[in-house]
């Protein structure tokens, strides 16, 4: 797990099968298209690009015709024309029909992705920027083979990635996870052969915790911490300095940033 592979991505033309409420504030949107069996994933907290329509829209404005040049062209669009770009993780992936889940957090006050998993229907149309190439540099979790403790850290957003994490990996692999929602209906049961410990708080004092848990014994340990971007960075401190877990043994990612639009999330890294 430790090598990745230059990766190929490439677009999916996708539409929306089905949703399903998992809770208050979470949907799963289901989705299908001819393109989807050149899909290819290894799984764990593999990330995808999303390119949505704007309301009235029927399809995402995605040049697509101008080839490897549509990153500038969709760039150069008008801003109420040009496609919605937000980052996702694949939840599940099926086979015969091909499909895949994506897990969409409802926030408030709603940005546009948000609003359209809100509102979307069975035929409405989306762009997935996705991997054609099963290990791929969109899978971050990668634990050195001689960890010995995985700890694992998310708020809702990183409910999806952490549910297929945890699905992952094999029985005998211990495990220490916190996880931070705000409403405990959207608390999922979560599936695995690990030795697992699971917390979840609603609370937002999953942070607190975590500082002031006893961790278990661990001399290789490898941390995965994912979420809003200051809860993040505030984590990825303690478990460095505190803990003293060697930073080449944490992968850390902002999935969000309190204030911040994604666009604005990726201008101001
Ligand atoms: C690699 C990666 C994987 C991700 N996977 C998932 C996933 O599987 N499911 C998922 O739901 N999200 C996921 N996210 C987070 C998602 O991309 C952001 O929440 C995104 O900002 C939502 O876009 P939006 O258009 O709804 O809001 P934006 O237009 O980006 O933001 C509008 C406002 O809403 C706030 N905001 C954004 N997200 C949240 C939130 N979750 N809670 C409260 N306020 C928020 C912003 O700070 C801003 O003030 C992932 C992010 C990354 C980088």
């Not at 008008?78 to 993780?89: G, I, L, Q």
């Not at 979307?120 to 990668?142: E, H, Q, S, T, Y």
Request: contains cysteine; glycine residues 8%.
């Amino acid at each position: 797990m430790t090598t990745a592979v230059a990766a190929p991505f490439r677009f999916f033309a996708l539409h929306v099968v089905r949703t399903r409420r998992l809770g208050p504030s979470l949907v799963r949107v289901s989705f299908a298209g001819e393109d989807l069996r050149h899909f290819l994933s290894d799984g764990w907290d593999q990330s995808l690009s999303l390119f949505l329509p704007h309301p009235g829209q029927t399809a995402p404005a995605v040049p697509l015709e101008l080839g490897d040049g549509w990153w500038q062209g969709w760039r150069e669009l008008p801003d109420d024309v040009r496609a919605v770009m937000r980052s996702y993780t694949l939840r599940g992936l099926r086979r015969d029909p091909d499909e895949i889940d994506i897990d969409f957090v409802l926030h408030t006050p709603a940005g546009p992705a948000s609003a359209w998993a809100g509102r979307a229907r069975a035929g409405d149309r989306v762009l997935l920027l996705g991997p054609a190439v099963a290990d791929n540099r969109a899978i971050r979790f990668r634990p050195p083979d001689d960890t010995d403790l995985v700890l694992l850290w998310g708020d809702e957003t990183a409910l999806p990635a952490i549910a297929s994490i945890l699905a992952a990996l094999p029985a005998g692999q211990r495990v220490r996870a916190w996880l931070d929602v705000r409403d405990a209906r959207n608390a999922r049961d979560l599936v695995t052969a690990a030795d697992a410990e699971i917390s979840w708080r609603t609370d937002g004092s999953c942070l607190d915790a975590l500082r002031a848990a006893p961790l278990p014994s661990a001399e290789r340990p490898y941390a995965w911490i994912a979420g809003e971007s200051g809860s993040v960075k505030a984590l990825r401190r303690h478990l460095a300095h505190e803990r003293g877990i060697d930073r080449r043994r944490i992968t850390f990612v902002g999935y969000w940033r309190q204030g911040l639009t994604e666009e604005q999330l990726r201008a101001a890294q």
